[in-house]
Each structure stands twice: as structure tokens, then as C-alpha cells.
């Protein structure tokens, strides 16, 4: 006897689909009006003066079997939300929501085609690309004692690493606006974020009132590809040491996530040496 397997109303059709999505934003939407949540609203041109982390990255990728043109919009998108993020002050109390401060991504707003993955395929959408600027938020906010209300993974095996691997320097998925990127204010001070783009590079930086007594670092253990059937997966356990800034003692460690993340590129880039046989995919 064989098991057939049923499936939900969003994969019937495109149609099916995309009203599927429309309800999971109007949800959203009557969500957020219902909160208590007090959301980061102020931009300040200035700075504060203590810089908690900061990082950058890469906006465009090249290589062998990536759109130049999509590379290129995203680039675009991502500058577009920088400059609503740019120098927002997130009080303490305050939660950051990443959509209620870029608002929706439209043409009207200049917003093209980059890459999304929909139902774990990578293909052309509008405002495609803004997960890398989720990725570098998030990379911050684990430098930091700011607490991470809500986050969604996928996969951080979109293209090949080139040089020392960084943790989190993908993996964070953002979908207006049902699918958020959240942190919590949970200190005594006021924080600021500094996005932008320059020379090809996206740029950010944590910044707050005065340092703070602990300083984080993250740490990727047991990383390796594993075969699962006909695919492949990273696989990984990614944890942050929790350090006292004035003893240099780690005072602990804490595992952030048990990464699983499906390979979406080449395998034949894959490092032979890093390949370990899984379970079978059921």
C-alpha cells in the first residue's frame, strides 16, 4: 500500500499560491496593529558614539552560474533599504522589525528583480537580495546583548565559500512581511543602527550610548557537507561565547543554531574533503 501524501491548499496552483500568501500578510497586518510592542520608529542623523560591532560584506557575487543581473538589482534593493534603516534608534524597550521600518518593496519605490527562494527553489522576485542585508542585522545583533525576538533560516549554502567561513554570513530569510527579522531592546541604553552601501561593499554598524561589559564571538563546530540521499546538506552547530569584557572570561556558551541547510549550488564545488555520508532522505 502506498501513502500519498496530501497537499496544502498553497500548492494546488500559482494562483492557490498567491492567495496564500495575501492571507499569511493580512494576518500579519492585523498582528501588528493589535500589539503592544512598542517599534523602533526614530532616525537620528547623528551617531552614537560607542561602536558595539560592526561588519561588511560583499553586495555583488560572480562566478559560475550566477546572473550578473540579478546580482546587480539586488544591489540596488539593498541600497534602497538602507536608507530607511539608516540611523534608527531602537530605545530601550523597543523592538526593531525589519519590514515596519522598509515598508513594502514595490517598482513604484525602485525595487527590482533579484533572487528569492520560493518553496526551496532560487528564482527572479521583487526586491530579491534583501536577505543579505537580514544576514549582516543579524550578524550584529549576536555581537551584541540585544535579544533576537524572531528569525527564519534557510539555507546558508547558496554559493561556494571563498576564504574563512563566516557563521551567519547567510542563512537569514526575510518575505514581506509575514516572514520578519525582530530584535528586542533589553538594556538601559539606546542602540543605532548604520547601514550602507559603497564600492560594491555593504557596510554596517552597531552603535550605542556606552560599551557595554561583555564583548561575543561566534564559533562554528563539526561543519561539514552531508549526503542525504540525492542531495546535499551543510551541516553544522553554530554557538556564541559570551565574554566579560573586563577579565577576557567566557562566561558562557550558548548554541544558536543546529544548521541543516540544504545545498543550492553546484555539488561539484563542493570540497570532496569536507563530504560525509548522511541518512538516507525519507
Known amino acids: 500500500m502506498f501513502w500519498k501524501r496530501k497537499f496544502l491548499f498553497c500548492e494546488l496552483s500559482p494562483t492557490c499560491y498567491a492567495i496564500s500568501l495575501q492571507k499569511e500578510i493580512c494576518k500579519r497586518h492585523i498582528k501588528n496593529f493589535l500589539s503592544k510592542e512598542k517599534f523602533a520608529k526614530e532616525i537620528r542623523g547623528d551617531n552614537l558614539p ?85 544576514n549582516t542585522i543579524h550578524y550584529m545583533i549576536l555581537h551584541s546583548p540585544l535579544t533576537v525576538v524572531e528569525f527564519h533560516h534557510h539555507s546558508d549554502a547558496l554559493a561556494p565559500d571563498h576564504g574563512k567561513r563566516v557563521p551567519f554570513s547567510s542563512g537569514t530569510s526575510i518575505s514581506y512581511n509575514y516572514i520578519d527579522y525582530r530584535f528586542r531592546n533589553d538594556t538601559q541604553q539606546d542602540v543605532q543602527l548604520k547601514l550602507w552601501c559603497a564600492d560594491e561593499r555593504l557596510y554596517g554598524e552597531l552603535r550605542s550610548e556606552r560599551e557595554f561589559p561583555w564583548r561575543y564571538e561566534l564559533v562554528e563546530e563539526e561543519h561539514r557537507f552531508q549526503r542525504e540521499g540525492e542531495k546535499f546538506y551543510r551541516v553544522s552547530k553554530i554557538y556564541r561565547n559570551v565574554i566579560e569584557r573586563a577579565t577576557d572570561k567566557i562566561l558562557r556558551k550558548e548554541l544558536i543554531l543546529n544548521n541543516h541547510s540544504e545545498v543550492m549550488y553546484d555539488y561539484d564545488l563542493i570540497p570532496a574533503e569536507l563530504i560525509h555520508e548522511g541518512a538516507m532522505a525519507l
Open 50 to 134: 560607542n561602536v558595539v560591532t560592526d561588519y561588511n560584506c560583499g553586495l555583488i557575487k560572480r562566478g559560475p552560474g550566477i546572473d550578473p543581473v540579478l546580482q546587480e538589482n539586488k544591489a540596488v534593493n539593498i541600497e534602497l533599504a538602507c536608507a530607511k534603516l539608516n540611523g534608527l534608534i531602537i530605545h530601550p524597550g523597543e523592538v526593531f522589525s525589519f519590514w515596519l521600518t522598509v515598508g513594502k518593496t514595490t517598482k513604484a519605490k525602485g525595487y527590482k528583480d533579484g533572487r528569492v527562494i520560493i518553496k526551496g527553489r532560487l528564482i527572479p522576485g521583487l526586491g530579491g537580495g534583501l536577505c543579505n542585508l537580514g
